[in-house]
């Protein structure tokens, strides 16, 4: 399907934690159409430098206010660049794009599990699951990179925190926390997002305990709509497997398609 790409002005900016800015841009279109976990293609600036554009998962959509909210970790010179960017500019976005998560009212009793940058499309997941019965465990390396609380607290009353050093939460993964859940308590689904090996070991975690899961992929990316194959991944077939777009296909896949490369 043909994607559009839209300026759109700046109408929030914030950096919440070093190095992690909160912002939010008008854009009626793609607001009235995103989905849970898909993501903007954003030019970070004009000109030669950081050409291309850079994906950032959709945090969050204001309908009122035909706002998106992103929030992106400065990595290299894109996300440098974008950082650079006021309140009252505009910036090229393409977009929604992508599959998101697969939402079904079946799943009464889902589990959220996110890492890092990886919890940022879980926000506008669980305010789009309908079950009061949703549990989100949120990962981060240290107290001072915890972010979006607040905003998980508003829409769901059990979420757990971890941190590596456990400085803040359960000290460890949080995917020690996910396992301790599922030992005692099963869950209908797990949807989770993070840096790869967490999503490993989600992926491990969920087929010991024989439920299913989605997964959103980072890959690095060029184009964001299947054009150039900078994205593959393995995806299983019933025979074998096959090459598929992370921008295209996913970035959400169901769990046990995936190889993961050794
Ligand atoms: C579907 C999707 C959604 C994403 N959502 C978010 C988000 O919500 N917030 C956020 O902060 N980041 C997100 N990312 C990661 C983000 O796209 C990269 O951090 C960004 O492209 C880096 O660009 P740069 O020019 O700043 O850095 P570069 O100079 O291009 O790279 C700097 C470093 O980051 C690594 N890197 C670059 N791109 C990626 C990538 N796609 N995946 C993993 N590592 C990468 C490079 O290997 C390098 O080590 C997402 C990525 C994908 C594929
Ligand atoms: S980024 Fe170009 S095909 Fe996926």
Redesign the pocket.
């Known amino acids: 399907m043909y994607k559009q790409n839209y300026l759109s002005k700046i109408s929030y900016k914030k950096e919440i934690v070093p190095g ?1 800015f909160d912002m939010r841009v008008v854009c009626k279109e793609i607001a009235q159409q995103a989905k849970p976990g898909q ?1 903007l293609n954003i030019k ?1 600036c004009e000109g030669l430098t ?1 050409i291309l554009r ?4 959709i ?1 969050d959509i204001d309908t009122k206010n035909q706002e998106i909210r ?11 660049l974008l950082a650079l960017k006021k309140v009252g500019d505009n910036i090229d976005i393409l977009g929604p794009l ?1 599959n998101g998560y697969y939402i079904n009212d079946q799943y009464t009793n889902p589990l959220l599990v996110g890492g890092g ?1 990886g919890v ?2 879980l926000l506008m997941l669980i305010k789009s699951i309908s079950s009061q019965n949703s549990t989100v465990y949120l990962g981060f390396k240290n107290k001072e990179m915890v972010v979006l609380e607040k905003d998980f607290h508003k829409v769901c009353s059990n979420l757990q925190i971890a941190t590596d050093d456990g400085s803040y939460g359960h000290k460890g993964y949080v995917t020690q926390l996910m396992e301790k859940k599922l030992q005692k308590d099963p869950v209908d689904i797990v949807y989770a997002c993070g840096p790869e090996p967490m999503l490993r070991l989600v992926n491990n975690t969920c087929k010991k305990y024989n439920i299913p899961c989605q997964i ?1 992929l ?4 060029g184009c964001g709509i299947g054009a150039c194959l900078v ?1 593959a991944c393995k995806i299983k077939t019933t025979q074998d497997w096959e090459y598929k777009h ?2 295209k296909d996913g ?1 959400v896949f169901w769990g046990n398609e995936v190889i993961f490369d050794d």
């Open positions: 992690i993501f970070c950081a850079r994906p950032i998962s945090c992103f929030i992106f970790q400065v990595k290299g010179n894109g996300t440098k992508g940058i940022f499309p959103s980072e890959q690095r990316m994205c992370v921008c970035p």
